[in-house]
Structure formats: C-alpha cells, structure tokens
C-alpha cells in the first residue's frame, strides 16, 4: 500500500507507523481532506481547527450525508472506518450543541473530526449515516438515548443503555439531574417493571435474516459449512 | 406490617418422654453441617468485585476450603447468590429473576459498596443497594473487599448457617405482601411516608 507524502502518521523504512513526536497543540498540519472537501463542496465546509494534529471540521448539516458519502467513497480519501458518533453539550447556554463523526482512513493514515451544530431551540434532528457504515448502528442509537438527537433515516432508532420504557429524559443532557428526575423507589419500581426478555425474539437471534448483507467470503464459507454437514447442495 | 403472618414455629415444648428435642437438634446439627459445608455460590459478577471474588476462588485464596469450589452458573443450582459489583437499575429484574430461580434455602451475599449501597455511583443509573431489591444477609465492604473479607464474610454466612433450625422455617419463607391484609401498606403510601426520613441515598425499600 502506498502512503501519500501528506499522511498525519510517518512511516519507518519498512512501512510501520512511526508513533508522532512533538505534536503542537495548535495550529498543526491540517489534514489534506479539508482541501478537498472545500473544492468539492465550497460553502457547506464550515471553519476547521487542528488540535494536537487531529483536524476537526464543522460542516453544514444540509451537507453531512453528502460528505461523508464522498470522504467513504472518493478514493483519494476512502475514509473507510467509523470510529465514533458522539455529542457534546455544553454549559455556555449561548453555544449550540455538536454532534460528533470521528472517521479514519485506515489506508491513507488519515483522521478526521467532522461536527455539526445544532441549535438547542430547534430541532435536534441530523441525518443518519446507516446507509453508509452499518457501524453506525449501535453508535447513533446510544447518542439517541443519551442525548435526545433523532437520526433520520435510521430504521431502528430506539434507546440503547436505558431501557425503552425509559421516561426520564436523555441523561448526558446538561439540564438533567445526575440522581434522575424520579425518586429512588419509583426509577426502582419502573426498572423492575422493565421485562428484560421482551426484545429477545428467534428473529432478532436467527443469522437467516442478516445473510443477504453477509459479505461473500462469509456467505461462501456458511454455505460450504452447510454442505459439509448435509452432504449435497441446498437440501436438508 | 402488611407482611404474611409469621407460623407460629419457633417454639418447641420440651418432652423429657418423647425425647423428640433431642431428635430434631442433632437433626438441624446433621442438617446443617452438611449445608455449612457445601454451599454452592452463584456469581453475579458485574465490576471489579468480581475480580477479586476470582482471585477467592483460585488457588492462592482457594474457595474450595469452604466446599464452595463448584461455582454454579444456573441460579437452580445455586445456594448462595454472591452479588459482586455495581448493578445498574436496567439489570434489576434479571436479578431479582435469578434470586427467584433459585431454591430454597437460599442465600445472599452483598459484595463491595457498590452492592452494599450504590457506592460512588450516587447517579441515575445504578442501584442503591440490591437490599432494594431482593434480601441480603452478609454485607462485605470494601471498593473493592479483599479476598480476606470475602472470606470473613463467607465464614459469617456459614455460622449464620449452622444457626439454622428446621422447625424455623420461617425465614426461608419468601415473604410477599399480601394486600387482603388490614395492614397492608401499598407501594406509594410506603414511598411517601419513607422519602423525607431516607437516608444520603434516599433509600427505600417499598419497590414491588
């Protein structure tokens, strides 16, 4: 695999990452997508910061499926692996909350912070990028329950941590309290009214549904198991 | 208080003639030394409790001088539930459902102060205490117990054992509130007259 000259991680004579030294906190090399992305999509990329050689870019939030499409497919970039979805808020009421992809291009060596901004008052509504990592599941479920952001278009969007019965709010949300807002016995009693086996279906723990979406070489190895076992093509 | 009545059990007139007394007692002793002996535990590990509940039971410590060396991981199994570690309220009903799986007589070891109290976990999230939710008769403290409490704690339960009485069965009775009764309290009304006197944790132990 070839590196290009601008790769964050130098490489040693044989290829291997070379762990970086002496990384300013400021104002560091920025990460070559950002070029990219500003010719690609102009005024959708908002302002970008580097901070101990991570960049972080905010982008508008018309534009964020878009732009993580391209980073994924565009193969000068291929920013391949979904690290994290995540939210901040914070306590400067003024501040707008942010939502969080960290991506990396495994390949290229290249990390990527991109944030959208969201208006407290407004909507707490950005895309869900399911349709590009699969990943994204859990990822975008567990920022749902914490933060109270819905992900449109992910088609399962329900509470992650919490259980689904769960009415007190969004826990990592600045204006809740950190004991809940019910008393001790009445989270207890709603805890213990929760039926923890009411989602553990034969649908949800059979693999036949998931093996349309099975990459080949899994799907080949499944099938030349069954045969194996059974001895002749398709039959039981 | 709301509770099935206690059976009228724990006393026993003495028949110097019939000379059962001494029949049941050296019963409950046979009876009880066996169960000493032989308490299997169930492990409900969740946090670094469980670490060192491991550590009890591996060589050095060795679990297996208290014939406790056959961990069952099937509560039907299980003599002893040793609750290690932090449980979050979303675990709650799985483990009240393992207490209620497993036969009786059955014990409850609390291990650690996230067990024992919620610990540092004073939060949204947590129990304060499996107490609120199924009984517990050893309690070990600790953040978290070293092997040698685990053990002094073992060691409480055995002589809690050996107290045992047959003829007492009272308190392997599981009780359960029994709402024909004139004293019974209901769930709310428990919760409003225990909330302004709990304790830093605001515990209460009404919760069905």
């Given at each position: 695999?070839?590196?290009p000259?601008t790769?964050?991680?130098?490489?040693?004579?044989?290829?291997?990452?070379?762990?970086?030294?002496?990384?300013?906190?400021?104002?560091?090399?920025v990460n070559p997508s950002i070029a990219a992305l500003r010719a690609h999509f102009g005024e959708a990329i908002g302002r970008h910061?580097?901070?101990?050689?991570?960049t972080?870019v905010y982008v508008d939030?018309?534009a964020?499926?878009a732009v993580i499409q391209w980073l994924?497919d565009e193969p000068s970039q291929r920013y391949?692996?979904?690290?994290?979805?995540?939210?901040?808020?914070?306590?400067?009421?003024?501040?707008?909350?942010?939502?969080?992809?960290?991506?990396?291009?495994?390949?290229?060596?290249q990390?990527l912070?991109i944030?959208?901004?969201?208006?407290?008052?407004?909507?707490?509504?950005?895309?869900?990028?399911?349709?590009?990592?699969?990943?994204?599941?859990?990822?975008?479920?567990?920022?749902?329950?914490?933060?109270?952001?819905?992900?449109?278009?992910?088609?399962?969007?329900?509470?992650?941590?919490?259980?689904?019965?769960?009415?007190?709010?969004?826990?990592?949300?600045?204006?809740?309290?950190?004991?809940?807002?019910?008393?001790?016995?009445?989270?207890?009693?709603?805890?213990?009214?929760?039926?923890?086996?009411?989602?553990?279906?034969?649908?949800?723990?059979?693999?036949?549904?998931?093996?349309?979406?099975?990459?080949?070489?899994?799907?080949?190895?499944?099938?030349?198991?069954?045969?194996?076992?059974?001895?002749?093509?398709?039959?039981? | 208080?709301?509770?099935?009545?206690?059976?009228?059990?724990?006393?026993?007139?003495?028949?110097?003639?019939?000379?059962?007394?001494?029949?049941?007692?050296?019963?409950?002793?046979?009876?009880?030394?066996?169960?000493?002996?032989?308490?299997?535990?169930?492990?409900?590990?969740?946090?670094?409790?469980?670490?060192?509940?491991?550590?009890?039971?591996?060589?050095?410590?060795?679990?297996?001088?208290?014939?406790?060396?056959?961990?069952?991981?099937?509560?039907?199994?299980?003599?002893?539930?040793?609750?290690?570690?932090?449980?979050?309220?979303?675990?709650?009903?799985?483990?009240?459902?393992?207490?209620?799986?497993?036969?009786?007589?059955?014990?409850?070891?609390?291990?650690?102060?996230?067990?024992?109290?919620?610990?540092?976990?004073?939060?949204?999230?947590?129990?304060?205490?499996?107490?609120?939710?199924?009984?517990?008769?050893?309690?070990?403290?600790?953040?978290?117990?070293?092997?040698?409490?685990?053990?002094?704690?073992?060691?409480?339960?055995?002589?809690?054992?050996?107290?045992?009485?047959?003829?007492?069965?009272?308190?392997?009775?599981?009780?359960?509130?029994?709402?024909?009764?004139?004293?019974?309290?209901?769930?709310?009304?428990?919760?409003?007259?225990?909330?302004?006197?709990?304790?830093?944790?605001?515990?209460?132990?009404?919760?069905?």
């Open positions: 695999m070839t590196h000259a790769s964050a991680i130098a490489s040693d004579a044989n290829g291997s990452p070379i762990t970086p030294r002496g990384v300013p906190h400021h104002d560091g090399a910061a580097v901070v101990w050689g991570e972080t939030r018309a964020l499926f994924h391949d692996y979904l690290v994290d979805v995540t939210a901040v808020e914070y306590r400067d009421a003024v501040r707008p909350l942010e939502v969080v992809w960290h991506l990396r291009a495994l390949g290229h060596r990390f912070r944030k959208v901004e969201l208006d407290r008052q407004g909507p707490l509504v950005v895309p869900s990028i399911m349709a590009i990592y699969t990943g994204a599941d859990w990822l975008e479920r567990e920022c749902f329950d914490m933060f109270g952001i819905r992900f449109e278009g992910h088609p399962d969007l329900r509470r992650l941590l919490m259980w689904d019965s769960y009415a007190e709010g969004h826990p990592l949300r600045k204006d809740f309290p950190l004991r809940g807002r019910f008393s001790r016995a009445e989270q207890l009693k709603q805890a213990l009214a929760a039926n923890p086996e009411a989602r553990y279906s034969m649908n949800e723990l059979t693999i036949a549904e998931a093996f349309d979406v099975l990459p080949e070489d899994m799907k080949q190895r499944l099938a030349d198991e069954r045969v194996a076992r059974h001895g002749l093509e398709g039959g039981e | 208080m709301g509770l099935t009545p206690a059976r009228a059990l724990s006393t026993t007139t003495v028949d110097p003639s019939a000379q059962d007394s001494w029949v049941t007692s050296r019963l409950d002793f046979l009876v009880n030394w066996a169960r000493t002996g032989s308490l299997w535990p169930m492990p409900f590990g969740t946090a670094c409790c469980a670490i060192e509940f491991m550590s009890t039971a591996a060589s050095r410590f060795d679990l297996a001088r208290f014939g406790m060396e056959r961990l069952s991981y099937s509560p039907r199994q299980a003599d002893v539930l040793i609750c290690a570690g932090r449980v979050p309220l979303k675990l709650a009903p799985v483990l009240r459902r393992i207490y209620q799986q497993m036969p009786q007589p059955k014990w409850v070891i609390s291990m650690g102060a996230c067990a024992s109290t919620g610990g540092m976990f004073d939060n949204y999230a947590v129990v304060q205490g499996i107490d609120t939710i199924i009984p517990v008769d050893v309690y070990v403290p600790g953040c978290p117990p070293r092997p040698e409490a685990l053990m002094h704690a073992i060691l409480m339960l055995q002589q809690k054992v050996r107290q045992d009485r047959l003829r007492d069965r009272t308190q392997h009775v599981e009780i359960v509130p029994d709402p024909t009764s004139q004293l019974y309290i209901p769930a709310s009304r428990i919760d409003e007259l225990s909330e302004p006197f709990g304790n830093a944790v605001n515990q209460t132990r009404s919760a069905p």
